[in-house]
């Protein structure tokens, strides 16, 4: 996006809470009047950045620009930014009129008076009770709440109170209004509503928006600009169009939108190989490589036998209201597909895909590595926060572990191999993950998982916040617990640091 | 016959009308009659003519007033902090606060003397100050205790959207906090208030007997037989009790539509 009006700007924020990362490394800068939506699943830091700005929390380091004036240091109190809270938090012993005017009541405008000598001063004054009257008519009648005033808020109803509380913030014409999931405690029909509405005063208003959600179709329908977040980083950052059209790799594509993503190889120069066959696209990357590729199911077009790129089988139908989506298998791939067109289920059709709607992106996991893994004296290998069993003779061909537990090479030197620091790498096919929580070395909770035509990528965190990258046909949930196995004689292993140390 | 359910209520209504409506009877019976057992306003005359009654009254009205305004200023903050998840990880802090209760009131009192005679505030020489300190100690549980399920209930956002919305730490404290927690401090100064009062084994053991209280002059009353000034007195304090309740109901109307506990 350009830089053109720039109102709020984040340089290098972070959040640490005790040892992880809430935000990590957040750069942003908003445009004047922009409707920007912080979007990712719970816990990915979108509100902890929305209250870094707000004032409520203080980044661990980075800076928070406003107008090009540092404002992380400032109280919430002084910031210019007002917040609409998730639930609404009224006062509940102040009327409507009265939470409306909350505001007003601390703010301070500036007058000049000429003094008898003819110089003129600045001096501070409170808003007058008439000029509060007006603008809290005026707020109320921006969000259609007319003859509330003097209502009582515990009688009003939840869309009534989040008016209330919309009303309250910008009756303070502030220069950014900040809103936490403002519609999630709203049932689908009055939030449908409301995301007009609040569209609609954006609009009105001009002020500027940042709206946070889990909701990709709440972000799509209101921004002007998407920010997808996941794990405190942020993914990809751009207008609803290019972050549905164009998802910097699989995590969003598989969060906006519904995808079919899958393991590809380059073959060629503009061309991948998926699906058992060769497929024309327009993304250059590197010969060999391997590749997520993501295509949107209303891309795929259906064809009578013959005419397509590749043969598939048509074996579910669901009738969505508009269109109808199809779920076919190539191999043992499935392929998802929305079109209007009606087919039969178990015929055989053929598939074809236009070469710039194939989205080819950098595997965002190649393999496990863990680069500080070390040989503890039991010359077992301890990564992740587990200690491994491995084939520690891999590190030098040739070499032998005594049975006193002296490493020796074919050269006739012996090492004590204690505390050596070596590099662990494992293929994500090689790792299993189990619910049988004794089964494997390790346990972990599974943060997210992303279906890729005919298996699972998983990630499983542990307690000591390693990752495992795990390839899995079988269906899991996230949040599940479950262990990690990997088989010892696959974990591959290399020197990190010279190994003549640790000679004796 | 049919069960109903208000048949359930009669035990407690036999209860109530042998232990409360008969006493408060037989409590304005010897209010208004002379010891020869006749119709007389005698005690009402000679309540007003002697200046020591109503200097007692009016001296048990300052303890209780200081009292119930030292106990609010300590258990007010002591009860944010108890609430706040941040310096309160588990309740065992609120348990700490509340276990004092458990202790036989009189031999908590005793032991109060003892250690502050330990510690060199003499109770015969500084009698007001133990006294206060003793009524304070002992009613601080009362105040804590309101203050605290007030403030649990409120939301840790409420407080954000006052400093978000220009309030300064200052102003969010008296324009959201107080008010928001206003049924809890009106229940708390009412629990305080109205006993202490009535209270004179406090007095009476910590100030040895130079702080004379109302409850204690009432007491007096009865120990030397005068039961029909002793009702009279314990009427007036009745009275007060009464319109004391009647005036912080007015107060205490919580926003979601309930009463406090008084």
């Known amino acids: 996006m350009a830089k053109k009006d720039v109102i709020l700007e984040l340089i290098n924020v972070n959040k640490k809470y005790e040892d992880s990362y809430a935000v990590e490394n957040f750069n942003l800068y908003v445009n004047k009047g922009e409707f920007i939506t912080f979007l990712g699943p719970s816990g990915c830091g979108k509100t902890t950045t929305l209250r870094m700005i707000a004032g409520f929390e203080k980044p661990t380091s980075g800076q928070i620009l406003l107008n090009g004036k540092d404002i992380g240091s400032l109280p919430p109190y002084k910031r210019p930014l007002n917040t609409v809270f998730q639930r609404y938090a009224l006062f509940p012993h102040l009327d409507v009129y009265d939470n409306i005017a909350f505001g007003l009541k601390f703010k301070k405008v500036a007058y000049e008076v000429t003094k008898k000598d003819g110089t003129k001063v600045t001096k501070y004054r409170k808003f007058t009770r008439e000029e509060v009257d007006a603008k809290v008519t005026k707020a109320l009648k921006i969000v259609d709440l007319e003859a509330f005033e003097s209502r009582d808020v515990s009688t009003l109803s939840g869309g009534q109170q989040q008016r209330v509380a919309i009303a309250r913030a910008i009756v303070n014409e502030p220069e950014i209004l900040l809103l936490d999931e403002p519609l999630g405690a709203l049932d689908l029909k009055m939030r449908k509503e409301m995301q007009l509405e609040l569209k609609e005063m954006h609009r009105k208003l001009g002020i500027t928006f940042i709206y946070v959600t889990h909701d990709q ?288 | 016959m049919k069960f109903r359910r208000k048949y359930l209520s009669i035990p407690y209504v036999l209860f109530l009308v042998c232990f409360v409506v008969i006493p408060v009877l037989f409590i304005v019976y010897y209010a208004f009659t002379n010891k020869g057992g006749q119709l007389s306003i005698d005690n009402l005359i000679r309540f007003f003519s002697d200046k020591t009654n109503v200097d007692v009254l009016l001296i048990s009205f300052a303890y209780a007033i200081i009292n119930t305004f030292i106990c609010l200023l300590i258990g007010y903050p002591l009860a944010m902090v108890l609430a706040n998840r941040k310096y309160n990880k588990s309740s065992v802090l609120v348990m700490l606060f509340i276990m004092p209760m458990w202790i036989n009131f009189i031999i908590r009192t005793s032991a109060t003397r003892d250690v502050l005679n330990w510690i060199g505030i003499s109770t015969g020489a500084h009698s007001e100050l133990t006294t206060i300190i003793g009524l304070v100690y002992n009613y601080l549980p009362f105040v804590v205790l309101p203050l605290y399920t007030t403030m649990l209930k409120m939301d840790r956002s409420q407080i954000e959207a006052s400093l978000d919305l220009g309030a300064n730490p200052f102003h969010t404290f008296f324009k959201t906090i107080i008010p928001m927690t206003m049924p809890g401090i009106v229940s708390a100064a009412t629990m305080v208030f109205m006993p202490t009062l009535s209270s004179y084994v406090i007095s009476d053991i910590l100030s040895e007997y130079n702080v004379v209280l109302f409850g204690s002059y009432i007491d007096l009353y009865f120990n030397q037989a005068d039961w029909n000034f002793g009702s009279f007195m314990a009427l007036i304090m009745l009275l007060l009790i009464g319109l004391s309740v009647f005036i912080t109901r007015k107060f205490s109307k919580d926003d979601r539509g309930g009463r406090s506990i008084w």
């Not at chain 1, 391997?290 to 005419?307: C, H, M, S, T």
């Not at chain 1, 895909?353 to 500080?372: G, H, K, T, V």
């Not at chain 1, 088989?487 to 990190?496: D, R």
């Open chain 1, 217 to 504: 179709e709440e972000a799509l329908t209101m921004s002007d600009m998407i920010v997808v977040m996941e794990d405190g980083q942020i993914q990809q950052i751009g207008t609803p169009l290019d972050i549905y059209n164009e998802p910097k790799n699989a995590f969003v594509a598989d969060f906006i939108g519904e995808s079919n993503i899958y393991v590809g190889t380059m073959i060629g120069n503009k061309k991948v190989r998926f699906l058992g066959t060769t497929w024309e696209c327009i993304d250059d990357f590197p010969v060999n490589q391997k590749v997520d590729v993501v295509v949107r199911p209303e891309d795929v077009i259906i064809k009578p036998l013959g005419e397509g790129a590749v043969k598939a089988k048509i074996v579910n139908k669901i009738f969505k209201g508009i269109h109808y989506q199809f779920t076919a298998m190539v191999g043992n791939n499935e392929v998802l597909i929305q079109t209007t067109a009606d087919h039969e289920v178990n015929t055989e059709v053929s598939l074809s895909i236009e070469p710039d709607l194939i989205q080819i992106m950098n595997r965002a996991y190649d393999a496990n590595i863990y680069q500080d893994a070390y040989i503890n004296k039991n010359n077992k290998v301890v990564f992740a926060g587990a200690t491994w069993d491995c084939d520690i003779t891999q590190l030098v061909n040739g070499s032998s572990v005594d049975e006193k537990g002296y490493f020796s090479t074919p050269d006739g030197k012996k090492y004590d191999l204690t505390d050596l620091d070596v590099i662990a790498t494992i293929d994500m096919k090689d790792i299993e993950i189990s619910d049988d929580l004794e089964d494997g070395n390790i346990t972990g909770q599974i943060i997210q998982m992303v279906w890729k035509g005919d298996h699972y990528q998983v990630i499983v965190r542990t307690e000591e916040e390693e990752d495992f990258v795990v390839d899995t046909e079988w269906t899991w949930n996230e949040l599940d617990t479950v262990s990690v196995k990997i088989p010892e004689s696959k974990i591959k292993l290399t020197l990190k640091e010279d190994i003549s140390k640790y000679e004796i």
